[in-house]
């Protein structure tokens, strides 16, 4: 199994690959950052609609793509990125295969707080808002969404 988040070096968009076992093919797919609704234009021609399946674990996802005839690359609209992405987030949490770090929480006599690896916060931007997760009621164990809406 082969799970790869990579960015492009241009645009802003951010290609996925999952690569499932129980899935049999490799699902490539491009998510936009803007708030994109197909159809998409590849190769000079309007994308089409065409559903998908995704299962894991016995969890199904259906999810639509807007594929290209002529190249057969597909792509997704932000919503069903943003659910794709989720769901893969779900499992590799499900796998417990997520990147893990531990960082040493630090006290300053009234807060606690961490410090990002330096190979992470060269992404973040001065005035970048968290969105913090509670993944248990006592807040022990968190999903940390570095909001890119800083100064750039
Ligand atoms: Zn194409």
Known sequence: MKQKIKSTNSED???????????????????????????????????????????FNGIEHSYSVWRCKACKKEY????????????????????DKLITMERNMNYDGKTYFFRFPKEMSSNFHKGDTVDIKLLTPSGTRLLIEVKGNGKK
């Open 76 to 95: 997704l609209d932000s919503d069903e990125g943003k659910k794709l992405e989720r769901l893969w987030i779900f499992k590799g949490l499900m796998e």
């Open 13 to 55: 968009d951010t290609y996925i690959n999952l690569k499932e076992k129980d899935l049999g093919e490799e699902v490539k797919f491009s998510i936009s950052k803007d708030a994109f609704k197909g159809p998409f234009t590849c190769h000079g021609k309007k994308t089409v609609l065409a559903n998908k399946k995704l299962s």
